[in-house]
């Protein structure tokens, strides 16, 4: 892909003021709670690192890995790739995930992890993509709400490419 195929759509700097935000409402909804944010793997892992850091809270970190069989039209079965270190059991649960799609893969994980007995959970995704919503799935924190646009960078990908941009852009096929 040619560089010239890549809009920027948030810079470094707008995403640093979005998660601080973010971390500061999480913070004051989280005080006196034991809380434990699972990143889910790969796209999150920037936005999240980002967001706890800033977050100011005592924490634990955890990592989760999910696929979705299906095809690209139709998401299937959403599957644990890499499942949690430890038990959830009366956690107060807070998901990152980097982009909300049609809500699948997060409406999967948030029925499995109540199932395993967690005190709450909520979900903070980095982006939310509304217009492929294939469930009644949505985010309780959501850094930005973008158009049916392919995006990357700020840990999204394009065939494991772009994750490593400062910045998030949509990317072009033409």
Request: glycine letters at 6%; a negative charge.
């Amino acid at each position: 892909m040619k560089k010239d195929n890549l809009e920027v759509l948030f810079d470094e700097e707008a995403i640093a003021k979005r998660v601080d935000a973010l971390a500061k409402e999480i913070t004051m909804d989280y005080q006196g709670k034991d809380l434990l944010v699972i990143a889910i793997l790969k796209g999150s892992f920037i936005f999240a690192a980002d967001l706890v850091r800033q977050i100011d809270l005592p924490l634990e970190m955890d990592f989760m890995a999910a696929k979705s069989y299906g095809d690209n039209t139709h998401p299937g079965e959403v599957r644990i790739v890499k499942d949690l270190d430890k038990p959830i059991e009366g956690r107060h649960i807070l998901i990152v995930e980097d982009i909300l799609d049609t809500g699948q893969t997060l409406n999967a994980l948030y029925k499995l992890l109540n199932v395993r007995g967690a005190a709450s959970i909520r979900t903070c995704t980095f982006l939310d993509k509304p217009a492929r919503r294939n469930t009644d799935f949505y985010a309780d924190y959501k850094g930005y709400e973008i158009p049916d646009y392919f995006v990357v960078g700020y840990g999204l990908d394009y065939s494991e490419k772009y994750r490593n941009l400062p910045y998030v852009a949509k990317l072009s096929f033409e």
